[in-house]
């Protein structure tokens, strides 16, 4: 049985495992669809009929039957009779308005389907083949990059809650710098946690114009300075010291040679007792999920690379910095944690052994 998020038997007699695999589509449009509709925004705190949720979002009573159908398939929704209610992931993750909503993410997948489809064309060229339109306006520019940034938000502020855990206690006072912050949410995360954090953004404006007002929707906003910059030009960071320095789910969208010259600075900003947190893919865990990114990255950035968590850890020890090992979430993502110190990586939470493991090990 092959390890891993997909589980199936490479040598069995039967190609199911290939059919669910061309048929992945079916569950995602359903999934999108409901969503979009706003389904289980509708459901959300009780349950309605078929024809009441027909009524409700426009839909025949005929399609909208089966349609609810699949969804309890899928674990989405629950049925008691005549009535539909969200099951405990839809009701946490896919009601709008909630902590933990993912339905711009998710919608967000949709909005990349069309990228998918030209594969072949990437794959022929080399890279990617579909770029936004010649002229864009900042108008569509803005609504675009807000799509996005939207859509990283609702991961990232769960993402956080995962590596939280590992630093408690280790805060009182203190410099954040979140470098490529999108939304900022991973800052954010911290600043919550810890009342005595104060965090420096650095993204392009346009991100930064949204970043700002999440910050101030979460009432962190007079904690939080913005640093409008192209993160690959020289000076663009701050001047540190830093206690935590975050490059969140940034490394992937570059090339070795720019993602070496991030590692690089970002560890110039990181204070004599700092820590540097490098969240992002890595084939050595949910390797099926890195290499679609990876091919994710191919097809809609202009050289985006996943990379390892060994090639990482290389460039921040060539840098002086020591590191742990690979640090799993219990999601697709893991960590490299580093500091000029490594006593300063025994106040982390970590599972016995993973600052100098002989292999990585899953967070507890």
Known sequence: MKPGFLKYDPQAPCPQYLEDLATGYWFSEVLFTAVEAGLFTLLAGGGMSAAEIAEALGFSIHG???????????????????????????????????????????????????????????????????????GESRECMGQRVGRYIRAMDNVA????????????????????????????????????????????????????????????????????????????????????PFDLVILSNILHIYTEKEGALLLSRAAGCLGAAGFLLVH?????????????MDLNMLINTYNGKVLSSRWVRERLEARGLCSTELVLLRSDTALVIA????????????APGVIRPDRSLLIS
């Open 280 to 292: 992002d893919f890595f084939p050595e865990h949910r390797p099926e999920k890195a290499a679609l």
């Open 339 to 350: 500091a000029r110190d490594a006593g300063a990586l025994e106040k982390l939470k970590l």
């Open 157 to 240: 502020r769960y993402k956080v809650q995962e590596i939280l855990p590992i630093f408690e206690g280790v805060f009182d006072t203190g410099r954040v710098l979140d470098v490529g912050s999108g939304s900022g949410a991973v800052a954010a995360g911290f600043l919550e946690q810890y009342p005595g954090l104060a965090a420096t953004l650095v993204d392009i404006p346009e991100v930064l114009e949204l970043a700002k007002m999440l910050m101030e929707e979460r009432g962190l906003g007079g904690r939080v300075t913005c640093h409008p910059a192209n993160i690959l030009e020289p000076g663009a960071l701050p001047q540190g």
């Open 64 to 134: 909208t039957e089966r349609f609810l159908g699949a969804l309890c398939a899928l674990g989405l929704i629950g049925r008691d009779g005549d009535v539909f209610f969200n099951t405990r992931l839809s009701e946490t993750y896919l009601v709008r308005g909630r902590e933990h909503y993912q339905g711009d993410s998710i919608l967000w997948r949709k909005h990349l389907a069309s990228s998918w489809r030209g594969l072949k064309e990437c794959l022929e060229a080399g890279g990617r083949v579909s770029y936004p339109p010649p």
